[in-house]
């Protein structure tokens, strides 16, 4: 059975950069099926899609967070990262690391399961 | 920016049928899919592509699709099904959106 667990630091300062990573068990991220992907939720508010890697290193991230985003993937480790720079108030949320399957060969919408169960990050000073 | 638009909320007596709706210009296009969150737990797949229905997830849940709405529908409502829905499908790049949720109460 597929499991994905966030890790990170759940507190981070003001301008800095928000690093996570997700480590995928049950099965390799080296799959030619799936993406990998980031959401985050802010407390008591919605889910936002942040970004998704496949194994090969393409990305594709939310327009509105791209400036400020990197993902990344080691398949040696079976794992795939996430950084935010600058970080605000703003980016405090549970962030949730999810497989990611398209419908079809190329890229387009698709789907998020399983997920793992979140990391709270709180942006303070 | 492309928006997928729920209603915030939606009531439903036990055993009764509840439907969320979620409207969005690109949904004639694009797949939507559907997901269960209960209160300090992770999402849990309920729909996807529109209508299929994951392994594990009851028969009483279905999706459906129409023009620029598509809509999830609980038949036979249980207490247990209290929570919040979220939509999620693509806009015209292929790039992720997720409605603003629906909260479900069970009266």
């Known amino acids: 059975q597929l499991q994905l667990q966030e890790s990170g630091p759940g507190l981070v300062k003001p301008s800095e950069t928000l690093s996570l990573t997700c480590t995928v068990s049950g099965g390799s991220i080296s799959s030619s099926s799936y993406y990998w992907g980031w959401i985050r939720q802010p407390p008591g508010k919605g889910l936002e899609w942040i970004g998704s890697?496949?194994?090969?290193?393409?990305?594709y991230y939310n327009p509105s967070l791209k400036s400020r985003v990197t993902i990344s993937v080691d398949t040696s480790k079976n794992q795939f990262s996430l950084k935010l720079s600058s970080v605000t108030a703003a980016d405090t949320a549970v962030y949730y690391c999810a497989r990611h399957t398209l419908y079809s060969s190329s890229w387009t919408g698709g789907w998020f399961d399983p997920w793992g169960q979140g990391t709270l990050v709180t942006v303070s000073s | 920016s492309y928006e997928l638009t729920q209603p915030p909320s939606v009531s439903v007596s036990p055993g009764q049928t509840a439907r969320i709706t979620c409207s969005g210009d690109a949904l004639p296009k694009q797949y939507a899919y559907w997901y269960q969150q209960k209160p300090g737990q992770a999402p849990v797949l309920v729909i996807y592509k529109d209508s299929e229905r994951p392994s594990g997830i009851p028969e009483r849940f279905s999706g459906s699709s129409s023009g620029t709405t598509v809509t999830l529908t609980i038949s036979g409502v249980q207490a247990e099904d209290e929570a919040d829905y979220y939509c999620?499908?693509?806009?015209?790049?292929?790039?992720?959106?997720f409605g603003g949720g629906t909260k479900l109460t069970v009266l």
């Open positions: 890697i496949y194994y090969s290193g393409s990305t």
């Open positions: 999620q499908s693509a806009d015209s790049s292929g790039l992720v959106v």
